[in-house]
């Protein structure tokens, strides 16, 4: 198992490496400290994350909810194509469009 992690790369955009998984993810609220931003867009790239499971897809669902509440759009970047596949089978692609 690789640990999931977040890096701040600037003020709009995050590096999130690792798996996105039950087991990584656990009750954590990991963007707490992160989520004031004086950006209209936040970007997570998601180029070395190296495995995802529904409860990740339910996590960035998550995470979309708490920036729209912010007035903040979330967008994905270089998502692996274990998610695509699960954002289309949860019908969620649009969220991130």
């Known amino acids: 198992m690789t640990?999931?992690?977040i890096s701040q790369v600037d003020e709009q955009h995050f590096?999130?490496?690792?798996?996105?998984?039950?087991?990584?993810?656990?009750?954590?609220?990991?963007?707490?400290d992160?989520?004031?931003s004086k950006h209209k867009t936040t970007y997570f790239d998601l180029r070395e994350v190296s495995r995802v499971d529904t409860?990740?897809?339910?996590?960035?669902?998550h995470s979309f909810a708490e920036f729209k509440q912010q007035g903040i759009r979330l967008e994905l970047q270089n998502p692996p194509e274990?998610?695509?596949n699960l954002m289309?089978?949860?019908?969620?692609?649009?969220l991130f469009e």
């Open 3 to 5: 640990k999931l992690a």
């Open 15 to 32: 590096r999130v490496s690792g798996e996105l998984t039950r087991n990584s993810i656990g009750n954590e609220q990991l963007l707490n």
């Open 34 to 36: 992160k989520l004031l």
């Open 55 to 61: 409860a990740g897809l339910a996590w960035l669902i």
């Open 82 to 84: 274990q998610l695509q």
């Open 88 to 94: 289309q089978l949860g019908q969620v692609t649009t």
